[in-house]
């Protein structure tokens, strides 16, 4: 079975300052990773995934993930965040094996302080 | 596309009321979604579909929760009789044909409020 576990519940930083969401997963065969974000009142949109290749994916909106496999980690940062990246983000794999079912960590709510 | 589709957006019932979440996925996606999310628990996938047929339901938490897919554009997620427990927000997502790992698209949500 995978799991996912994300350390951080909340994480305030200012605006304009760097940040780091950690994410860290278990499971016993290879796994596609993947950021979701979640605006406020909203579903969940696809930030950034990690399927193949290059162990580090950028999102169009200056977000970088790096997948770590000795770590079994896949952390997101930003240099810079705005106040418009005020959200939660959830980190989420998915097993080679099961083409579909996505695992879900528990989220981080990133909150921005001008 | 309006993309992935659910209704109503807010439903407040009694305890004990059947219960009727609603989804229309994007169309020409293969695989439908039913997640929960609650601040306890997170988000917890209950059930998926691939082509109507459902494929892992080991998330439904109990014989309360029944989900359906009639055809490709329309599903339903049912909790008969609903508890307060039950009060979360459902969400329906849906993924073309290759599954989650191209990018699984989520509605708005629908909030349960069980009262």
């Known amino acids: 079975a995978q799991s996912v576990t994300q350390l951080d519940s909340q994480v305030p930083v200012f605006e304009e300052a760097p940040v780091e969401l950690r994410c860290n997963y278990s499971?016993?065969?290879?796994?596609?990773l993947f950021w979701y974000v979640q605006y406020p009142n909203q579903g969940l949109q696809l930030l950034l995934k990690?399927?193949?290749?290059?162990?580090l994916v950028e999102s169009i909106n200056g977000f970088e993930a790096e997948f770590n496999k000795s770590q079994t980690s896949f952390h997101l940062r930003k240099p810079s965040v705005h106040i418009s990246d005020t959200a939660e983000y959830f980190c989420?794999?998915?097993?080679?094996?099961?083409?579909?079912?996505?695992?879900f960590g528990s989220g981080t709510r990133l909150s921005i302080r001008p | 596309d309006a993309g992935v589709i659910q209704s109503p957006r807010h439903e407040v019932t009694e305890m004990g009321q059947e219960v009727t979440l609603r989804c229309k996925p994007i169309?020409?996606?293969?695989?439908l979604f039913w997640y929960r999310q609650t601040m306890m628990r997170g988000l917890e996938l209950l059930i998926y579909?691939?082509?109507?047929?459902?494929?892992?339901d080991s998330g439904m938490p109990e014989d309360r929760f029944s989900a359906k897919m009639p055809n490709a554009s329309f599903s339903t997620l049912k909790i008969q009789p609903s508890e307060p427990r039950d009060s979360a927000v459902y969400f329906c997502?849906?993924?073309?044909?290759?599954?989650?790992?191209?990018?699984?698209?989520f509605g708005q949500g629908t909030r349960l409020t069980v009262v």
């Open positions: 499971s016993s065969v290879s796994v596609y």
């Open positions: 169309s020409g996606h293969d695989y």
């Open positions: 997502a849906s993924s073309p044909g290759q599954g989650a790992i191209s990018e699984a698209f």
């Open positions: 990690y399927l193949s290749g290059s162990t």
């Open positions: 579909f691939n082509n109507n047929v459902p494929i892992d």
């Open positions: 989420a794999v998915i097993a080679y094996s099961s083409a579909s079912k996505i695992i």
